[in-house]
């Protein structure tokens, strides 16, 4: 206990300790600034990837444009919208069928074509495994 007290024993314990915080802060430094160096180097890396995907993007829309088949008249186009099934009506006419109404209640309720709406029972029948 007496080399505590003794000042030389004193400051060489503080001067070790002020060595060891020392090498510790710079070993720290040295460790963030390799981090560092990697991340903006991966970074780097990760930009140049990016531009590539960017520029053959950029080719196969050019290449598809370029091979797409030419859009179908307005009169057709509209006449298929006219057609086809919306999703509200068929996500109403299953919950109408879950409720245990007829086919013939849920085209009435909907204004739908009956073979729409036997073809979307048929389909969510055998979807769920309960073909018949």
């Not at 990697?38 to 890396?45: N, T, V, Y």
């Not at 520029?55 to 859009?71: D, H, K, Y």
Request: hydrophobic letters at 40%; glycine letters at 4%; proline letters at 5%.
């Amino acid at each position: 206990m007496n080399w505590l007290l003794h000042p030389f024993g004193y400051y060489t314990l503080l001067a070790l300790s002020l060595v060891l915080t020392l090498y510790l802060f710079v070993s720290a430094k040295q460790d963030s600034a390799r981090i560092r160096n990697k991340l903006s180097r991966q970074s780097r890396e990760t930009q140049e990837d990016l531009a590539e995907l960017r520029a053959v993007i950029v080719s196969l829309a050019q290449a598809l444009q370029a091979a797409a088949p030419p859009s179908p008249p307005a009169h057709q186009s509209a006449g298929k919208q006219i057609l086809s099934i919306n999703l509200t009506k068929r996500s109403q006419a299953l919950r109408m069928h879950r409720r245990g109404e007829s086919a013939e209640e849920i085209c009435a309720a909907l204004q739908m074509p009956r073979h729409e709406v036997d073809l979307l029972l048929k389909v969510e029948q055998a979807r769920s495994g309960k073909a018949g």
